[in-house]
T-cell receptor, first 113, second 113 residues
Framework: KAGVTQTPRYLIKTRGQQVTLSCSPISGHRSVSWYQQTPGQGLQFLFE???????NKGNFPGRFSGRQFSNSRSEMNVSTLELGDSALYLC????????????FGPGTRLTVL | DQQVKQNSPSLSVQEGRISILNCDYT??????FLWYKKYPAEGPTFLIS?????DKNEDGRFTVFLNKSAKHLSLHIVPSQPGDSAVYFCAAPFTSGANNLFFGTGTRLTVIP
C-alpha cells in the first residue's frame, strides 16, 4: 500500500508570493491534516479536512488555507508569504478519527527568501 | 501556549539499557495520547498510544505509562537499540476524537552501541 505522498518536496519562494502544496493520502483514508514544523515552535496543527470539509482549524492566520477534493487529495495554500513561513509542512492521513493512526508524509520544505 | 511539554531536548542511553522519555501536559481535558518518532528527512511515525482510561499500554519493547493526577506520561523503551535513535514526540488531540494534535517539542534519543 502506497504511503502518504507530498509534492513538491522542496520549494523556494520570495516574500509576497503565494504557494500551493499537495498531499495524496493513503488509499481509503478520508481525513487529511496539515502541520507546520519549525525549529522554534515545533509541530503545530494547521487544519484538518474530512470528506471535503474543514473539520478542525489551528491558530494560524487566514493566509493559510486548504481544501480537499472528492478523492481525498488535499492542497494547502499560503498567500503573501513571509520569512517566518519557512518551515517543513507535513501532511498526515487517517481513516477517520484520532484513534485511527495518522500516517505522515515526508513533508515539503518551504524556504522563503 | 505549550499544552504538551517535553522538557528534555535530548537523552543518551547505552544499547541494551532502558530509555525513558517524559512528557507533561496542562489540559486535563486531553483523553488520548500518542507517541511518534521521527528520523531526519522523514515524517513522524506512529509508535504507541494510550487512552486516559488506562494507565499503561505495552507494545513489544515500548510501554507508555500515564499518570493523570500528575498530568504526566512516559515512554519506556526496553531494551534500547541503536535503531531507536530518533526524535520522539508526544502528542494529544486538542478535541476528543479529532485529528488536531498538539505535539510536544520532542526529545532526541541517541542509543550508543
Amino acid at each position: 500500500k502506497a504511503g502518504v505522498t507530498q509534492t513538491p518536496r522542496y520549494l523556494i519562494k520570495t516574500r509576497g508570493q503565494q504557494v500551493t502544496l499537495s498531499c495524496s493520502p493513503i488509499s481509503g483514508h478520508r481525513s487529511v491534516s496539515w502541520y507546520q514544523q519549525t525549529p522554534g515552535q515545533g509541530l503545530q496543527f494547521l487544519f484538518e479536512y474530512f470528506s471535503e470539509t474543514q473539520r478542525n482549524k489551528g491558530n494560524f492566520p487566514g493566509r493559510f488555507s486548504g481544501r480537499q477534493f472528492s478523492n481525498s487529495r488535499s492542497e494547502m495554500n499560503v498567500s503573501t508569504l513571509e520569512l517566518g513561513d519557512s518551515a517543513l509542512y507535513l501532511c498526515a492521513s487517517s481513516l477517520r478519527t484520532s484513534t485511527d493512526t495518522q500516517y505522515f508524509g515526508p513533508g515539503t520544505r518551504l524556504t522563503v527568501l | 501556549d505549550q499544552q504538551v511539554k517535553q522538557n528534555s531536548p535530548s537523552l543518551s542511553v547505552q544499547e541494551g539499557r532502558i530509555s525513558i522519555l517524559n512528557c507533561d501536559y496542562t489540559n486535563s481535558m486531553f483523553d488520548y495520547f500518542l507517541w511518534y518518532k521521527k528520523y531526519p528527512a522523514e515524517g513522524p511515525t506512529f509508535l504507541i498510544s494510550i487512552s486516559s482510561i488506562k494507565d499503561k499500554n505495552e507494545d513489544g519493547r515500548f510501554t507508555v505509562f500515564l499518570n493523570k493526577s500528575a498530568k504526566h506520561l512516559s515512554l519506556h523503551i526496553v531494551p534500547s537499540q541503536p535503531g531507536d535513535s530518533a526524535v520522539y514526540f508526544c502528542a494529544a488531540p486538542f478535541t476528543s476524537g479529532a485529528n488536531n494534535l498538539f505535539f510536544g517539542t520532542g526529545t532526541r534519543l541517541t542509543v550508543i552501541p
